[in-house]
């Protein structure tokens, strides 16, 4: 789940607040022709990541507690073992009353010696119930999450390979929160990154950059809100990479502000910003499907991250 809110008008229900944005200028046009020939890196293979997101899929709903989220954890982190010079597991547990969920938040590192870090992240549980189907009968059915959390991470999957092929001069760290979606309140949601916020894993980072929602085949990535105010310099990294690849499904506006992952992030003191694409008519349904989702937007959103971790300095 995300919260999305802009000005004092607000639509609640289910436990979820929504509102849409302003649409604010920030800045140029990300879609703009390339600027800046881009350094010689490896290439993102989006076919791979693409395939990564249906493996996702097809392990079952990754809820806490199951026996697919499971075995999706335990697929995760020997993919992270692969391709990073540390890989495990952040293990901790959420009593609900009587309910108790084993999550774990799946941790990888590159280069863990560098001075300066960056941490990418993403959210791979699903949410256990369809809140926003238009058949009330179809709500307690777990969704998908094609798109809402599988494309994340499968941008992060590959782009581990392309750092293990090219080591970038920084550190970069990966974290993979768990229990992101959980709700259907506020309470019960983003768990991991609180849990992770509180107790961090690795040294903290310069600045994070959440991935979620971006693999929706109608791709438009809007600077956020929450974003903005906390690390504005950050989003003009990314925006200036995808402006300098001529990535037009980058906007250089502000549509929307959203509560992510990032917002834990955030209050413990940290540059976080969101890259997410919150216009999307499935969120929250059993529609959340892969088919929706496209290779090719796994593959602009990896190449603006690699453009961006790539470019910076020791």
């Known amino acids: 789940m995300k919260f999305s809110r802009i000005g004092q008008a607000a639509l609640v ?8 944005g302003s649409g604010c200028n920030a800045g140029g046009n990300a879609g703009s022709p390339p600027a800046v020939p881009a350094p010689a890196t490896p290439s ?39 391709t990073t010079d540390r890989a495990f597991l952040q293990d901790f547990e959420r009593t609900f009353g009587s309910l108790r969920l084993p999550m774990s938040n799946i941790v990888a590192e590159i280069n863990p010696n560098a001075a300066k870090q960056v941490l990418l992240c993403a959210h791979w549980d699903t949410r256990p119930t369809a809140d926003l189907e238009i ?11 094609a798109n809402d959390g599988a494309s994340g991470v499968a941008v992060l999957l590959e782009l581990a390979r392309n750092f293990k092929q090219k080591r970038p001069d920084v550190g970069v760290q990966i974290v993979l929160f768990d229990g ?12 991991g990154s609180r849990h992770y916020a509180q107790n961090p894993a690795l040294p903290k980072p310069g600045y994070a950059i959440l991935v979620d929602m971006v693999g929706d085949k109608g791709l438009e990535i809007f600077r956020e809100g929450n974003s903005e105010s906390n690390a504005p310099e950050i989003n003009d990294k990314v925006w200036k990479a995808a402006r300098e690849l001529g990535i037009a499904q980058f906007k250089d506006s ?13 209050a413990a003191g940290w540059k976080a910003i969101d890259v997410i694409d919150f216009d999307y008519a499935p969120w929250h ?14 593959k602009a959103v ?5 453009r961006v971790v790539y470019a910076e300095a020791p």
């Open 13 to 20: 229900g289910s436990g979820l607040l929504l509102v849409l």
């Open 44 to 82: 993102f293979q989006a076919d791979r990541a693409f395939n990564d997101l249906k493996t996702q899929v097809d392990f079952g709903v990754r809820v806490p507690g199951t026996e697919s989220h499971r075995k999706t954890r335990d697929w995760l982190l020997g993919q992270f073992k692969q």
């Open 135 to 145: 058949n009330q009968a179809k709500r307690e059915q777990p969704i998908p999450g």
């Open 180 to 191: 992101e979606d959980y709700g259907p309140g506020g309470d019960r949601m983003f768990l």
């Open 254 to 266: 502000v549509r929307h502000t959203i509560n992510d992952d990032h917002i834990p992030l955030q």
């Open 285 to 298: 349904t059993l529609d959340d499907t892969v088919d929706k989702c496209s290779p090719a937007s796994l």
């Open 302 to 306: 990896g190449d603006v991250l690699a």
